[in-house]
């Protein structure tokens, strides 16, 4: 992981991590901003520019890759890298989760 | 029908989304903007309608582009000046919508702005008038590098307000 992708992406936004999260699977913008919907019960609302801007610069940037497209709409899945960075968030939402049980 | 003249620097798309929604609010729903801004409107039912602009420039993409903000509900009126105008009523919304839903992609927006739009300026304004200044000043043609120097500070001013205006978004929220 290059020095970009770390500052860039570690830690990352709650859209960043929403969208690599559910690329786990290969989906479209829409599809993300419908299952994200679903997961948090309706409580994350994410926006066409904000996706279309975040697709376009994690595709950029190797996180994910172009896999084909239907109806217009562009299918993404999460590259090496990304799952790499991904796993690195998910280690520190834990940390921070953990974190937040404690005692003070 | 009715046109209206105004005009919004770039660095002002927020105020024309408030005018866009205030023509509505007042019956009045946004067609189309032509020319150096020309605003046309056509009556209809007063309703609450949010306007939204986006800069894009990823011209090969467009469909794909479009396709994404209409599966999100947002209706595409057109693109002006490689700005991209988008509506939602709020009857729509399940709560208060926008088309970014974070500070950082707000941001990016703004500073796709910037490199898009002031950053080839500067390169022309580099290019072009900083060499013909100093060169009409060597030779002794000073009224002529006196006109370069002149535009030369336009220049400068004109950078120097949409620095301000880029920093003081970026503070503002």
Known sequence: MDAHTRKVYVPMTETGFYILFCLQKPNHGYGIVQLVEKLTNGEIHLAPGTMYGSLSKMEKDGLIRFVNEVEKRKIYEITALGNEVLQLELKRIQRLYTTSREVI | ?173
């Open chain 2, 1 to 173: 029908m009715k046109k209206e003249f105004k005009y919004f620097s770039i660095f002002n798309h927020e105020k024309e989304e408030e005018y866009l929604r205030s023509q509505h609010q007042h019956g009045w729903e946004f067609v189309k903007v032509t020319g150096i801004g020309m605003y046309h409107f056509q009556e209809c039912e007063p309703e609450d309608v949010i306007y939204q602009l986006d800069y894009n420039q990823d011209t090969n993409n467009k469909e794909e582009y479009i396709q994404m903000f209409v599966d999100c509900g947002w209706e595409y009126i057109q693109e002006y000046a490689q700005f991209s105008y988008f509506r939602k009523p709020v009857s729509d919304m399940v709560d208060d919508e926008r088309i970014f839903s974070d500070e950082t992609s707000r941001l990016e927006m703004l500073e796709r702005v910037y490199k898009g739009r002031l950053l080839p300026v500067l390169v022309i304004f580099s290019a072009c008038l900083l060499p013909q200044f100093f060169i009409n000043l060597s030779n002794g043609r000073y009224f002529l590098g006196m006109m370069f120097g002149g535009v030369l500070a336009i220049y400068i001013v004109l950078f120097a307000y949409c620095a301000y205006h880029y920093y003081r978004k970026k503070n503002q929220r």
